[in-house]
């Protein structure tokens, strides 16, 4: 795998055991589809003859979900009304194991259905909403608040789930994000209104692009407007940074530190983005809560995002599917590093353009040890695009005898593939990379100092048109021939 892959993978592991505590306004999401055939003689309206009804927990309650399909466990604290909706929250919670709820209920509240009709091809009629927006009272807030304050020392970060229908109200946030601070807890924000003020002392907020142009109360027109608004927020709100989800563009991460990453959407099917906001906090959070960086737990959460949109109705994604599906990407992105001679050299000529420095270093690479990784590393540090040149199948065969190699050609390029170090493998099948330094012209040729340089192949070539040669310290190890020898004699 890619440097960057693999410990995406690897993070996935530290999700296990942790516990998040989770506040915010829970909802029933309800799916209603049905077949449309005519129009009502009464109205210009559709007449849907319901199929199937299905109903999720939504709002908070499907960050929760998410959490918990992702092996987080969650403390939940939120708001219901006294009524049928209410204790069909309390039902669907009852069947998350790993979720431990804190609800108050209060007669005056009417808990919020969120009803979506389609059609059953998907298309999206209608929504029609109950809900009372009422913040809560101050004896629900105290109550739900000293709880919090107890809960908040065992768990391992905080996810604020704001919908604004009365739960996270400004006192709230403030002793929750007290609590979760002084407890030295990070604090996931999905926020809600203008005055972010109101998060201060937040790790990361997670607004999306209508939202943060609201709450900067500015246009976002270009990548350059979104970063001046973020910045802006950050500068006004004492926050730690800014992740700003754009559907179809990705993400956007802003740091108190001036650091600004581009993360691509990793999907481009969009089936239904209902909840994906939800996923990405979850993801967020357990990434937090697990001891990842901000950085990788964004793209985790990227990542969780590009899957749950490809679904119909409000979905979560679990820890194996994410890996599978991180898997999946770095097979991709290796792939893209195994190239011919004509692709690497179209590849050479952009990558001069944007004014980086290439280069070339070659072998058979058979089976990969520690000397091939310092050759490798210090050929990487010579230049900002690195290409190997692989000895095919059948010229190993004639340099090293019929019994090599011990891989393929294609096993060898994918391991090399999969190196941080390495941007392109181009397998040739000459005795020599002769023609291939030829075609490509790098600047920097790097081989190991066990050759002199009158025996390194295309120095004179590299020489020629301005570039260096460089010959690599060599380290104590052991060398492919010495290790099928050392097995025979086993």
Not at 43 to 53: D, H, K, L, S
Not at 285 to 298: E, H, I, K, Q, R
Request: charged share 25%; with cysteine.
């Amino acid at each position: 795998m890619t440097h960057d892959a693999a410990d995406l993978t690897n993070h996935l592991g530290r999700f296990k055991g942790r516990r998040l505590v989770c506040v915010g306004d829970v909802m029933v999401d309800r799916f209603i589809y049905g077949e449309v055939r005519r129009i009502s003689p009464e109205a210009p309206v559709p007449v849907v003859r319901i199929t199937n009804e299905t109903s999720q927990l939504g709002g908070a309650g499907n960050v929760a979900r998410n959490a918990v399909s992702l092996g987080v466990s969650v403390a939940f604290f939120s708001a219901i009304g006294s009524d049928r909706a209410g204790r069909e929250v309390t039902d669907l919670l009852s069947e998350l194991e790993t979720v431990e709820p804190f609800l108050r209920v209060n007669g005056d509240r009417e808990t919020t259905i969120k009803n979506r009709f389609f059609s059953a091809n998907g298309h999206h009629l209608l929504r029609a909403d109950r809900e009372t927006a009422a913040p809560l009272t101050a004896a629900d807030e105290a109550d739900l608040a000293k709880t919090l304050a107890r809960e908040i020392a065992s768990a391992d970060a905080l996810v604020l789930s704001d919908y604004g229908k009365g739960v996270v109200t400004d006192a709230f946030a403030r002793s929750a994000i007290d609590a979760a601070v002084e407890a030295g807890k990070p604090v996931v924000v999905d926020p809600k209104g203008t005055d972010y003020s109101r998060y201060a002392g937040a790790t990361v907020v997670t607004p999306n692009r209508a939202e943060l142009a609201l709450a900067a109360g500015r246009d976002i027109e270009s990548d350059d407007d979104l970063v001046a608004a973020a910045q802006a927020l950050l500068a006004s709100a004492d926050i730690g940074a800014v992740l700003v989800t754009r559907s179809a563009e990705g993400m956007t991460l802003v740091q108190q530190n001036g650091q600004v990453d581009h993360l691509n959407a990793e999907s481009h099917e969009v089936a239904d983005v209902t909840g994906a906001g939800d996923t990405v906090v979850a993801t967020l959070g357990a990434a937090l809560a697990g001891g990842v960086v901000l950085l990788d737990g964004a793209r985790l959460a990227n990542a969780a995002a590009g899957l749950v949109v490809r679904r119909r109705g409000t979905a979560v994604v679990s820890a194996r599917e994410l890996a599978a599906a991180l898997l999946r990407r770095n097979l991709t992105v290796v792939e893209a590093k195994v190239t011919d001679a004509a692709t690497a050299s179209a590849r050479v000529s952009l990558w001069r353009s944007e004014g980086n420095v290439i280069g070339f270093t070659n072998g058979c690479f058979d089976l990969l040890h520690p000397g091939h990784v310092s050759l490798l590393g210090q050929a990487k540090s010579a230049s900002d695009k690195l290409i190997v040149g692989l000895n095919s199948d059948a010229s190993v065969a004639r340099l090293k005898g019929p019994d090599r190699p011990v891989q393929s050609e294609t096993s060898r390029a994918t391991v090399l593939a999969s190196m941080e170090s390495v941007d392109l493998v181009v397998v040739f099948a000459e005795d020599t990379p002769l023609a291939l330094i030829e075609a490509l012209r790098p600047d920097v040729l790097v081989k190991g100092a066990d050759y002199a340089k009158t025996d390194i192949v295309g120095a004179a070539v590299v020489e020629a048109h301005g570039g260096k040669i460089i010959r690599a310290d060599l380290v104590d190890s052991v060398s492919t021939t010495a290790t099928i020898a050392a097995l025979k004699e086993g």
